[in-house]
Structure formats: structure tokens, C-alpha cells
């Protein structure tokens, strides 16, 4: 992973024009670096050479054209919260960091859709439509960025009812590798004009370029929203009150699984009262007063089924918010059960009829390692998570947390999913990749050499070429 | 167009292997060329050197092998329904005739999905499915195979609600120019892992590779279903109508659109009983019973702002099966407005909120061009078509409705939207691609040049290179 200092001093006529360009939106010291080569993930740092802070296309595009005429490696950054490493500036290079690029360009109510540059978070979005009486779903429970969200392909509760970011991304502006500004998709519904550029932009990782601006898909606020949470005797009962609903085509916004560990140490991070440490589902209902109520009869009926406890209901915004707000701190809550330790976050999806067996043997397989990983994910989906307490300086540890997250990945790959759902393959989720894609890998890496000929963009990450 | 005798002779080696490897599969025959050597849009037919009929991946794979070390260009042949010239073989060539590929391969009513050979079309794969509660939604009028509907990014009618193959398509296999056998996409409802090859495929059109299989989601089949027509004193009533039905979120299953010229057409050709030849809005919902009943009413109070007429009603399967029937065949009934001329079926996809401007102008501008031209459509998306009657050997009349079409496909743009919704590009819309995507079109160049390096798949349609 080291990069030689013969290399790094090819880097320096770069980082010159690029200080003399940018003047202070460019910086080279070394907390900001230090900053900005690692996400929130367990990789250890690798520091890109320079931050340059874009506060416009323009200033991505000047960016990658200096820095692709001296073949220096480009990583773009926007808040930091990814998880399999794909911010580490593995052979140095410079960081383009976009969070300043935090506008919101257009809101097209009529439309259903609206402009952000790439910087802008989920939650600036979901403030900004606040009077509109629209939102933006896509909800990966880090505030990260949109351009971010765009680049790993993120999904997360919601997706069960509105898909990922791959459904609700209608176009984008993009920085090439040779730095020219290309527009992708539009503003129609749908189109049958030509190659899906946008769509092989999303999930790309920033190894094909770099997104600047992203047309996103909005929703109305539904009419009538309402949680409930519901208790399980066991995991394979939770997991089968999952499955049946989906399979009964219940249009369930949300519909989350927690295991007895991770509920646990929600109950006591977050201060949830009435519940106890027992596999659990949070739901969620969206639509009309007389659809959410219909759904939700639906699913307590399949709930009542597996031995599921009275569900506690809730249509109060305030409880709504503070259910799903312990869900999205279920990694923080995860890591107070060994506070010295590191997590090691993972994800896997399988098709659904294969998810009691695949979340059944990975618990098996959990309690078999001695580990402390809690169980939790967007079941509705078949996505699911490992949290994994490690201690960095235990090279033996270590050594199992990582081959329970390999065996975890073949698992689900042998199960008909894939070794990644929603976080993206990074550095972390290399290896199965190929055992994923077999022969397709070729055709991945035919396009990123006609993308990114001089392999610059992010280099390192998602294929080796 | 045409293809110089020198290089015809250099495909006799490849015609003279695949005659070898096929026997009785293979065809020369005059007949057999021109059938395959247009579909159903208005261009002149060019036929192939040769037809293979494929039974197999393995067959597709050697046909393309062999046409691929000679040069030899590769037309991939579904049920010959496309619209754009996507078949027309402009250099000669091997029309790979995948219809006999009609094999359903696996349905797993468990996950919603299924996987066929791509020459199943839409109506077998429903027929199949028939027992199991399940179907698959899009529906483009033409009973079309499902490897041409993956091909073409077709959608249709039940888009609005469901989506179009974009949304629809899981994984592939495909057949690469090199002649290569690859597997994208998986099982999984969602992946993060690595580039969108799925979505490549979808949408282009022969010119990167032979789908061969394709895996797709499915529904069950609504508790309740209910069609509805209503009609209005004018267009811009029966557009406000959708306009306003679409922005109040309504998850209305099929809203399609006919103009008074189209809706007489279709009266007398499908004997439809109690309407007159007015703008008329054909709907349909899908929900439970409660559901169905509630978007209906939504929908009805719309339309009665808009003087829309007393919505007739329907949820006897037979009376709704003759009411969809009407709408496919409308093609048909326009062309019976001259019957000695022939149509030219082109279409448009706009954001919502423009479609009235959009639509107005198209219809003023075709009583301006004293052209026969009905205007129909799958409005909810913003989509709608022109079906242009003229004669071929009026060269004047022709020119009068290519004129027609190129303004259209420039006011959708002009408008936000696309050249096409659905059709594709083939070759009747090249014009406009560089139109609406500019600069991007590079990209797609050098996507078709890194998996196409020598322009044997389907060359001469989409882009050019």
C-alpha cells in the first residue's frame, strides 16, 4: 500500500499549480490531511498529499486536469462516513472535498424532483423541501452527502418502499478523468435515449469520476405516518414475520431487525423504555389514514403468527423520531458493549427466501467466534449487518473478526446475494468481488480503463487494474 | 447505407463456418433475410447475409464468435417489433434470431422473481405465471420478447406505477462481442457491489452485446383491479387532469391518453360502445379493494374539476381486457384513418409539469402541417406518441412528417425531456441523441468502444463511431 518517494516527488509539480490555483481552498496540512484519508470504517489512515476544498464544477474540473497531467491520483470526499475505506489515499494524491458545495440548485415541486450539488447532506436536503411538503427518502442513517450517497449506491431503511439511490438518481454532472464537465440523464421520468450513463455513475465509487451535481427523484410527505415495534421469543421468528411480509406484497416503508444484543444496547444508549433485550422489528407505514391503518393490520396479523408480541404503536412524530433515531445510532449503542474495542461494520444481502438460513448461520456463526457482533438490518431488503468489536491491537482477534466477515460474504454470495448491499466495496470488500462476478469483472474493468485510462481515479479501490 | 461488394466478400468465410456449425439452424433464404431485416417502424428494409436461430447461450456465443474473428456485424432478432430501425442490417451481416430461446428457466414466487431466455415474450412469461398469483407489469402494446423489451429499456402502459425494464431487470446474461459468456446483476433486491453492468445492458440495443437470459422482479397480482375511462371537452383538459393526478402522489397503475382523432379511431375499429370521438383518458387502478376504491375517487374529483365526464366504470376482467385491447391496437386503428398510407410511430417523454405545453404545441403543430397525426400516450410519464400517416412515395408528404418528428423530438428537449421514452434510438433517432446528451455522448463512444472495439454489435445504430 506504501507509495514510493520517487512517485510522490512526480506528485509535487501537481500539488504546486494546484496550491497556486486554489490558494487557501487547497491545503496541505497534515490534521486535514490526516482528516481526510480514512472514512468511518476500521482502515487505518493513508493521507492524500493535499485537500482541495471545490466550491464549484469548475473547480473539480481545474482539479483533475491538473492533477491528470501529472497522473496524480484524485479521491473525491464529501463527509466522510463511508465504510469500507474508499476515501484512503492509497498512493497519496490529492483529495477533492466537496462538502462545501452545499447548495441546493433547484426544487421542482410540479416535477417531483430537484438539483443539489453534491456537497448538500440528506438531512440540508430534507430542511430545505421542509415547506414543500415533499422529501427526499434515501436515508443510510450517517447525514452524509448526496453526491456521497450517489457514488456507493446507499440505500438503507426506507429502500424497502423507495429504493436506492440507483432508482432515485435522474441525472448528474460529472467531472471526467481528463477533467471535462459531462451532463448525464435529465428530467423525464424515464428515457430510452441511449447508454445509462447516469447509472454507471452511481455506485462507481469516484473510480469513473467525479459527481458534482445529482437530479434526484422527491416524494410527498405521506398523509398518515405510523411505527410500530414488535418483540420476538427468537431470531427466526422476527426474520419470518419479514419474509411473510414482503412476500405478501405489503408496501412497508420501513421494516428493520435488531437481535437480542444489538437491542440490548439500544435500550440503555438510547433510554428506550418497555422493551426488552429480544429480537425486534421496527416498522414503518406510510400512505393514507386508511392505508397505513390496513397495512398495519396486515402485518400484526403475520406478526401474531410467529409468536410476536402486542405491537406498540406510535403515530406521535416526536416517538417516531426517537425510535429511529436509536436505530440510526444502533453502531454507537453497539460499541458501548466494549468501549476499548474498534467496529468493524459489515453488510450482505440475500434474496429474501434465504434470509432466516443466512442470518440464522451467521449468528451461529458469531456466537461460535467468541465475538461480539450484533445482528442488525434493512431486512426488507434482505440487507442485513454485522457489527464487529475488535481490538486493533490483538493481531488474533483481528484475525477471526476478518474471517467472519469472509464467511459472511461467501455466504451470501453462495445464497444468491451479494457481498455487499448498501456500503460499497472500498478496499474491505475486494476479494469478493471477483467471487461475486466471476467473468463480469472483465467488463468492469474494460470500462474503467475507457473511463479512466491512466487509472487516477481512486485508485486502489472496487477493481484492480 | 449501402455495403461495397469488397466487403461482402469478405463475410463469406464466417457465412460459410456458421452454415457448417448450424445446418438446418442457419438460413439464406431471400424470405427468411427480409423478414429479419426490418420491424415494425417505417424504414426500408436492408436485410442480412444470413439468419441463425439460436437455441442456446452456447449458440449465441459461437455465432458471435466466429461472425467476431472475421468482422462480420451481429444483429440480435427478438420478435421483430421495434420501431426505430434497430434490426434494419445497414451493413449486411448475421441476424441472430433469438425466438426460439423460449424457455421460462426458473420462477421463484418465494423473492417476486423469475429468470427466462430472452426470446420469452411478455404475454408467455404472464401465461406461465398464471397459477402462481404473480405477473409481470410492463406492457409496451407489442407482445415483444423479453430480452428485446430488456434491449430497448421498453416500458409502456403499467410504467407509472411499476417502472420500466430499467427498474424491472435484476441480472443478465449476455453475450459479448468477443463472444464471451458473462452473468451480471444477481438475486439480491439490491447490490453495492461494484459497476452497474445490468443497467449497461439495458437499453443498448444489440450494440454492446446479445442478451441471452434475463432475470426479473415480479408482483402478485392485486387483490382488486378496476379500469375507468372518462372524457373531456379538450386536450388540455384531459393533460390537466394526469398533471394533477401524478402530483397528488395517487398510485394510479395505467392513465393513458387519447386525442379525439385517436379515440374515433379506436370506437370504430375496436367497436367500443357509449364514447364519442373525444380527448379520453383511459385508467387504470391496483390496490386492495379499499385502496382501489380510494384512488379512484381521488382520480374522479380531479377529472370532475377539469369537466371531465362521468367516469365509466369497470372491474369485470372481460370488459376491462376489451378496454386495453382498444388501447393496444390504437396503432392499428389509426392506421385504418388512411388506409393506404403508411404510420410512423414516434415517441416523447417530458417532465410532468411540461407536458401540456408540449403536448398543445405537438397537436397545433400537426393541424399546421395537414398531416393525419393522433396523438396517444402513457401520459403518467410524461410519454406520449404521434402515430404519422403519409405516404412513402409522396416524397413532399414524407418530408412534411420528418419535419413533424424532428420538431417534436426538439421541443421535448427543449422542454427538459428526452427524444425518446421508449422507443429507442435505432436509427430513426440518431439525430437527436447529440441533441439532448452533448458532451456525454464521448462517454458513450468510448463505452461502445472499450466492450465493441471492432463495431460488430448492431453497427451503424445509436451512436455512430
Chains 1, 2 share one sequence.
Not at 498512493?91 to 452545499?102: K, N
Not at 472500498?426 to 472483465?442: C, D, F, N, R, V
Amino acid at each position: 500500500m506504501g507509495t514510493s518517494t520517487a512517485t510522490k516527488a512526480n506528485y509535487q509539480p501537481a500539488l504546486e499549480k494546484l496550491l497556486t490555483r486554489f490558494g487557501d481552498q487547497a491545503s496541505t496540512a497534515e490534521s486535514v490531511r490526516d482528516h481526510h484519508g480514512h472514512g468511518e470504517g476500521w482502515f487505518p489512515t493513508n493521507p492524500p498529499d493535499l485537500v482541495v476544498f471545490a466550491k464549484s464544477t469548475e473547480d473539480v474540473a481545474d482539479a483533475v486536469r491538473i492533477c491528470a497531467e501529472h497522473k496524480v491520483p484524485v479521491i473525491p470526499y464529501g463527509t466522510g462516513t463511508s465504510l469500507e475505506g474508499h476515501l484512503n489515499a492509497l498512493e497519496g494524491g490529492v483529495s477533492i472535498d466537496l462538502s462545501q458545495m452545499d447548495e441546493v440548485l433547484s426544487v421542482n415541486a410540479e416535477d417531483l424532483d430537484c438539483r443539489v450539488q453534491a456537497g448538500v447532506t440528506r438531512e440540508q436536503l430534507n430542511e430545505h423541501l421542509r415547506a414543500t411538503g415533499l422529501f427526499f427518502p434515501i436515508d443510510p442513517g450517517a447525514n452524509a452527502s448526496l453526491g456521497g450517497m450517489t457514488a456507493t449506491r446507499a440505500s438503507g431503511t426506507n429502500a424497502v418502499r423507495y429504493g436506492t439511490m440507483r432508482e432515485n438518481v435522474l441525472g448528474l454532472t460529472v467531472v471526467t478523468a481528463d477533467g471535462r464537465i459531462v451532463k448525464t440523464g435529465g428530467r423525464a421520468r424515464k428515457s430510452a435515449a441511449g447508454y445509462d450513463l447516469t447509472r454507471i455513475f452511481v455506485g462507481s465509487e469516484g473510480t469513473l469520476g467525479i459527481i458534482t451535481e445529482v437530479q434526484l427523484r422527491l416524494y410527498g410527505i405521506p398523509e398518515a405516518i405510523s411505527s410500530a415495534v414488535c418483540q420476538y421469543p427468537d431470531l427466526e421468528s422476527a426474520v419470518n414475520t419479514v419474509i411473510l411480509t414482503i412476500q405478501s406484497g405489503i408496501p412497508i416503508a420501513r421494516i428493520e431487525l435488531l437481535d437480542d444484543i444489538q437491542m440490548g444496547a439500544c435500550i440503555t444508549y438510547s433510554e428506550l423504555e418497555g422493551y426488552e433485550a429480544k429480537p425486534t422489528l421496527f416498522c414503518e407505514f406510510h400512505g393514507t389514514e386508511a392505508s397505513v391503518q390496513e397495512q398495519a393490520e396486515q402485518v400484526k396479523a403475520i406478526s401474531d403468527e410467529f409468536g410476536g408480541s402486542a405491537f406498540a404503536w406510535t403515530s406521535k412524530t416526536e416517538d417516531r423520531n426517537k425510535l429511529w433515531k436509536a436505530r440510526h445510532d444502533a453502531y454507537f449503542a453497539a460499541k458501548t458493549l466494549a468501549p476499548t474495542k474498534k467496529g468493524m461494520a459489515t453488510d450482505a444481502c440475500v434474496p429474501i427466501s434465504n434470509l432466516a438460513e443466512c442470518i440464522l448461520e451467521t449468528q451461529k456463526d458469531v456466537q461460535e467466534s467468541g465475538l461480539i457482533a450484533p445482528i442488525v438490518g434493512h431486512v426488507g431488503d434482505g440487507n442485513f449487518h454485522l457489527v464487529l468489536l475488535f481490538d486493533p491491537d490483538d493481531a488474533e482477534e483481528m484475525k477471526r473478526a476478518k474471517g467472519l466477515v469472509e464467511r459472511l460474504n461467501h455466504r451470501a454470495i453462495a445464497y444468491g446475494g451479494t457481498c455487499t448491499g448498501e456500503h460499497g466495496i472500498g478496499i474491505g470488500k475486494m476479494p469478493y468481488l471477483t467471487a461475486e462476478h466471476g467473468e463480469a469483472i472483465s467488463l468492469m474493468r474494460a470500462l474503467k480503463k475507457a473511463f479512466d485510462p491512466d487509472n487516477i481515479m481512486n485508485p486502489g479501490k472496487m477493481i484492480s487494474v
